[in-house]
DNA sequence: TATGAATGAGCATTCATTCAT
DNA sequence: GATGAATGAATGCTCATTCAT
């Protein structure tokens, strides 16, 4: 089946990478050996070697695509029309969490925590995710600076430490989620609320 | 002499894990094999398997005493006599977890991160891990009702779900220290106190 | 038509032959794989198995072409007017040899040594070797009569056993060459010559 | 079974040659898997893992000890008593090589042609095959010596060039065993006697 | 006839665990 | 108890060959 187009290579490399996702997200990275991938995806050893050049490349792949999936846009929120607190723009990356769980590939989330664990093993994937929360505190900062415009936030603070502050309660919302299994995104922001009140 | 084999066994035991979390802080749970541990611990093969069952029993006990470390005891900032507000709780936690990094045996919080993603693997590790954050949810929580009765607090907040928020922030600190690498103890505090100011 | 389609045919096998003898010459027989030969081609996959049945075909093709390269005819020389000395014609042999090594497509001699180490593994090659090995050897044999016509070799010499002995300094001349370095054409005749004087 | 004795070691490590050897002896160094060397010798994959770093550790210690024991010493043939003429330390060379083509373990003399083809493509079986190569030519540079002494070899001779040329003859001797089969040790040496003569 | 993606058996190697000493 | 050599199933990956297009 020589001459191949570009949608059908596309194609298969998500069949490799949906096929991981669920194996890691029950998994894990480690526990996820190439033949489970293999079985998952349908594909034979070869046609997912031919895709990918080994079982780094699909695990830093699913650590971009695990990580990437939590990043939500704040830009929007930010330039929109309506005033911005930050307990909103909190509310909407916990809602976006909270769907990632329920994505068809797995629990996008679990995949993130070994993503995050991998981070820091893994100079590459510690890049990617590097990247990837720079990104979003970028989102963060300009949703703060809006916040300040508006006057939900005080003026005098520093929108990048306040976005360290903000992005940071993102994990403590998955994990608890995940480990404790009590919180949600409803209880967890009512809290947040409650403490900026 | 049962005595003094009770502290021995305690003395090898204790020997074993500082070895394997000087692994596993260096190469993470699932890179760090028996054979690194062996050697790192000074010991035999055979003399650790008396001390241990397993790897996975070594991984517990690694886990627990990662995740246990995070665990500041709040309880006696609800007791003592000073007045007591959410960022002041937040700042002890946070100058706690600087403190992990340095640890002797390795970086502590790089540790307890493996520990969170083989929580989401491992039922036995989640049970532990489940304990240890309830543990430290409840520290949070006498802290919050102080912080109501001083007034720092809204006394219509529900101390669980701010405690639940609160408690959110640690891994956030932990991840963004390990990952970006531009986070401090004192730049994180100072945007949350700009928030909730 | 089919005269341009058999031209055709030759081509493509000679372009198949000439970037499997560079693999060769590179790599060795068997860390030569059928993947590098096809790129070295330029030709697909299906091109070459169109051409050669598979590997082992490519194979026993590259030693006949590698042995049957070290081959000269001594033929013309026992037919020559001039004497002709058991020297003269190893000095050919040796010249020759050292031509070969500067083969556009690889070092003939290092495919060669491959073609020797395979004829004791595969039956087939084997075969081949042995013809080609004798076709050389019926030449010496027709050279050493002639010397012995000539005076140059004593009439009671076996010319059989002769031949085997003069075929012989060839092997160990190429091996010299290859792994050692420091032997030439000249230097090894010379040596030859010493020990004949 | 730990605390084991230096002979124990060396004589597993033997065992792993041995039946390294005999596979080699039939399917050649890249035929030859690990899987067969293991089942040959009788030992686990881990054990032999234990005594050999990988696969390339067999062949390189298998290379030593079949081009080694081509090697002959004929020191003691130039430190004898008797006049020694070339063709005697051929004699003893051939003779050698008849006695190894019988080895228990198989034919060295096949194992030696897999050993020269290797040490085209390795650079470090190419230092191996280097050094038994000289040391053997140091060997047939006394005995040259010696023969020029005894008359039996033109004063004017380089022995070093002498040596190349008497070394040679050695392969043209196996391969034509191995190849043709109808060369014996008496054949080839009365054939070289008589071109001397 | 040409293409090259796909196949899957096979390969070298690792590693948690055991057990004879 | 302590030792560490031995075990062998399992792992990530390769590559000669095929065949649908």
Redesign the interface.
């Known amino acids: 089946m020589?001459k191949v187009t570009d949608e059908h290579r596309a194609a298969r490399r998500h069949q490799v990478l949906a096929a991981a996702l669920r194996c890691v997200s029950r998994?894990?990275?480690?526990?996820t050996t190439m033949a489970h991938v293999i079985a998952e995806s349908g594909m034979s050893a070869g046609a997912v070697y031919g895709y990918f050049k080994g079982k780094n490349e699909i695990i830093r792949a699913i650590a971009d695509f695990a990580i990437g999936g939590l990043a939500v846009s704040l830009q929007e929120l930010a330039e929109g029309d309506e005033p911005v607190t930050?307990a909103d723009a909190l509310a909407v990356v916990l809602n976006h969490v909270e769907g990632l769980a329920e994505s068809p590939d797995g629990d996008l989330t679990?995949v993130a925590?070994?993503a995050?664990?991998?981070?820091?093993?893994d100079e590459q994937v510690?890049e990617i995710?590097?990247q990837r929360?720079?990104k979003v505190r970028g989102g963060w900062e300009a949703v703060l600076v809006r916040a300040q415009r508006d006057g939900s936030?005080?003026p005098?603070?520093?929108p990048?430490?306040?976005?360290?502050?903000?992005?940071?309660?993102?994990?403590?919302?998955v994990?608890?989620r995940?480990?404790?299994?009590d919180?949600t995104a409803a209880?967890?922001l009512?809290?947040?609320r409650?403490?900026?009140?």
Chains 1, 2, 3, 4 share one sequence.
């Open positions: 020589p998994e894990g990275f480690h526990k930050p679990r925590v070994q995050w664990a991998e981070a820091c093993r510690r995710a590097r929360l720079l936030l005080h005098d603070a520093d990048t430490q306040v976005a360290q502050a903000m992005i940071g309660m993102m994990p403590g919302f994990l608890q995940l480990i404790v299994g919180v209880s967890y009512a809290g947040f409650s403490v900026v009140a």
